[in-house]
């Protein structure tokens, strides 16, 4: 894509591990001259049509790009890249003490020395775990715990800062809390059970494109450790997260998705024992509800041997209007993590725009019809 842009005459992009466990894209390129273009504007052309985690963190302009003796890149004689060179767009220094430490903290994690207050975390390479890092680092400075989900609210030094100095990193998240803003097509609501963590909900709507609204859905109630949800947890958890979807959008049709107990429902089966565990989630006397919303499952290829023989794993025996399956192939922990989101983002964004055109047809008639996307392990 770099190649395509009219002032670069030749690039190559490389994923750089140059400290252990922190790899990053890196690109390198020449270019036409005359025509030597900001990094800013380079990033800002790749955005138009590449995810948000195609987007290199370093651009590396190089008078030519090395080559072998065949006339190839020479990928291995490619620089580590000076991360004093990188461009941020218009540089704005810290304004007071907290933003000094908060950009010192930002510059150790991240390995990048030129850093404004108003540069977005994951637009330098951030990523989840490097923000895990990042807020463990700003704890030490602080003496107050802040969690991942702040970075819902602003993911810059300057945010970041205002928030810690109004003690607002103490104040829960609303129930319902805007991840990302879009157009005019249906939200998508992220439905999360009270106390677990989010921020892959962040990385899965970056995927969906920035024109799509999305919305977390997540309890105040106590966490539940050592025990399953009970009915009249579900019960509760249900009406207060309807309450809030409602307040967002008043009328159907609703889009919302989970994982694992973010979309718990009892599957019908033979007896497995009679602990709580099983006592919850496949009880003796259960039947089925059935509606009229279509279902969307991401699944991996291969169930494991203790979930129910079902390849729609209980929805097809809930909806009346059929179960879209997409297998990708990732580890339970793993799927709002790079790569496995991706393909999630993207599949599901392709749902997302065909029900908007079905709803922009009239072909859904609020509140009957609604799209439920779930994914599980």
Request: proline content about 8%.
């Amino acid at each position: 894509m770099l190649a395509r842009h009219s002032a670069v005459q030749t690039a190559v992009v490389v994923a750089r591990e140059d400290k252990p466990g922190d790899k990053r894209l890196v690109a390198y390129l020449s270019f036409v001259q005359g025509k030597e273009t900001p990094s800013a504007s380079l990033r800002g052309f790749l955005k138009e049509s590449l995810p948000e985690y195609m987007i290199p963190s370093a651009f590396v302009k190089m008078d030519a790009l090395p080559l072998t003796p065949n006339g190839k890149i020479n990928r291995r004689a490619l620089p580590a890249p000076d991360w004093s060179q990188i461009e941020s767009g218009a540089s704005i220094a810290p304004r007071d003490q907290l933003e000094v430490m908060l950009v010192k903290t930002w510059r150790k994690v991240l390995g990048i020395p030129n850093i404004s207050v108003t540069d977005n975390f994951f637009d330098l390479g951030g990523h989840s775990l490097l923000a895990a890092r990042l807020l463990s680092e700003v704890e030490k400075i602080t003496g107050r715990q802040i969690p991942l989900s702040v970075l819902f609210r602003g993911a810059t030094v300057e945010s970041l800062a205002q928030l810690i100095r109004e003690g607002g990193e103490a104040n829960p998240d609303p129930v319902v809390m805007e991840i990302q803003s879009g157009g005019d097509g249906l939200p998508f609501f992220a439905v999360a059970s009270p106390g677990v963590e989010t921020l892959g909900f962040g990385l899965l709507a970056r995927h969906m494109g920035p024109d799509r609204p999305v919305y977390k859905l997540q309890g105040h109630a106590p966490i539940v450790v050592g025990r399953p949800f009970t009915k009249e947890d579900l019960r509760l958890l249900s009406q207060e997260y309807i309450a809030a979807m409602r307040a967002v959008q008043p009328e159907g049709p609703y889009c919302l998705g989970g994982m694992c107990e973010g979309v718990q429902i009892a599957l019908t089966g033979e007896s497995r024992g009679r602990n709580e565990w099983y006592r919850a989630y496949w009880p003796a006397d259960f039947t089925p509800c059935r509606f009229r919303a279509p279902v969307v499952l991401f699944k991996r290829p291969k169930q494991p041997f203790y979930y129910v023989d079902d390849p729609q794993m209980g929805w097809g025996q809930r909806s009346q209007s059929g179960v879209e399956i997409h297998e990708i192939e990732f580890d339970h922990e793993e799927i709002l993590r790079e790569p496995y989101v991706h393909p999630l983002g993207e599949q599901l964004e392709a749902c997302m725009r065909r029900l908007d055109k079905r709803t922009a047809e009239s072909e859904f008639q609020p509140p009957e019809a609604s799209l439920i996307s779930s994914s599980s392990g």
